[in-house]
């Protein structure tokens, strides 16, 4: 199959099931906002080494938030609950609590099982934190150093959650993959529910699972480098000289789906006359994760 010159791969990206969350950090501005969100997301790319997978969903008006402040919805996964907690506790304490003027609500409701958000995070004020209950949510006030911070008790958990959908871009040059994975990205950031964690949206470091190294569970994705053509049984035509990846997590399976299809639209509008050869996906053979997103299925 070829789309606007560019051949799709007929393959599927294997996925995962998660647990997946919803916080919305407000603050006096939007930069201030953005900075505690930014940082709350820091090295939180991969399960892999970093234990969560995060990204900023979207940017809020105060028109949309429960203080009337600018606000930014940040979206947190990992492999299991706990760990899930222990990530959500950790980040939002360390980086959204210590940023000025900050406030933390759930940003996700309606689901059965709750995570400790302030109701973990109010230990902080030693004695001196304040609940108070507001249309059945509850809120703890907190004092530090430049006012109160405000956070909500729980935010709501998913374990319909997604991680791992993905699309790879291979092309003749360096430029014409990243311009391409460019476009993707941010046609995936006007997607809801989703978040492609890498920095930029992008990773060029794809992996396989384990490694000829002991103790080492994730290794360079040899039959996906270019320099590696002649060594080994190599997945590329002979004229790619670059590969990148576009990692997707989201809520649901169907937002995976939606947001690999308005990447892989972006990546061929323009891509092939740039240099984009094929569009193709990662998967296990279909043994290690239940969730298949066929591209085939996906452009239609």
Not at 198 to 225: E, H, L, M, W
Request: aromatic share 6%; hydrophobic share 45%; glycine share 12%.
């Amino acid at each position: 199959m070829k789309i606007k010159g560019v051949t799709i791969v007929e393959t599927f990206a294997e996925a995962f099931p998660m647990a997946g969350t919803r916080v919305i950090i407000t603050a006096p501005t939007r930069e201030w906002a953005t900075i505690a969100a930014r940082t709350m997301t820091g090295f939180a790319t991969s399960v892999i080494a970093c234990g969560a997978e995060a990204g900023i969903d979207r940017e809020l008006t105060p028109a949309e938030t429960l203080d009337g402040r600018p606000g930014v919805s940040v979206l947190l996964f990992a492999m299991e609950t706990e760990k899930l907690q222990r990530q959500l506790r950790n980040r939002v304490g360390q980086c959204v609590l210590t940023s000025p003027g900050s406030a933390c609500f759930a940003g996700l409701e309606g689901t059965k099982r709750k995570l400790k958000l302030g109701a973990s995070l109010r230990f902080f004020g030693d004695g001196w934190q304040v609940s108070k209950l507001i249309a059945g949510r509850r809120f703890w006030r907190i004092p530090v150093m430049d006012g109160e911070f405000v956070c909500e008790a729980t935010t709501g958990v998913t374990k319909e959650a997604v991680g791992g959908g993905n699309l790879l871009v291979l092309g003749r040059y360096h430029a014409a993959v990243l311009a391409a994975c460019e476009r993707a990205v941010k046609a995936i950031g006007q997607v809801p529910d989703v978040i492609t964690p890498f920095p930029g949206g992008i990773v060029r470091s794809g992996s396989k699972v384990g490694s000829k190294y002991k103790g080492q569970i994730a290794s360079t994705n040899d039959a996906y480098c270019p320099t590696l053509k002649a060594a080994v049984n190599t997945a590329l035509p002979l004229n790619v000289e670059a590969v990148m990846e576009i990692v997707i997590d989201g809520l649901s399976a169907a937002a995976v789906a939606a947001a690999m299809r308005a990447g892989l639209f972006a990546i061929v509008d323009g891509g092939a006359k740039e240099g984009v050869t094929h569009v193709t996906a990662g998967n296990y053979g279909g043994n290690l994760g239940p969730h298949h997103f066929h591209l085939k299925e996906i452009v239609k």
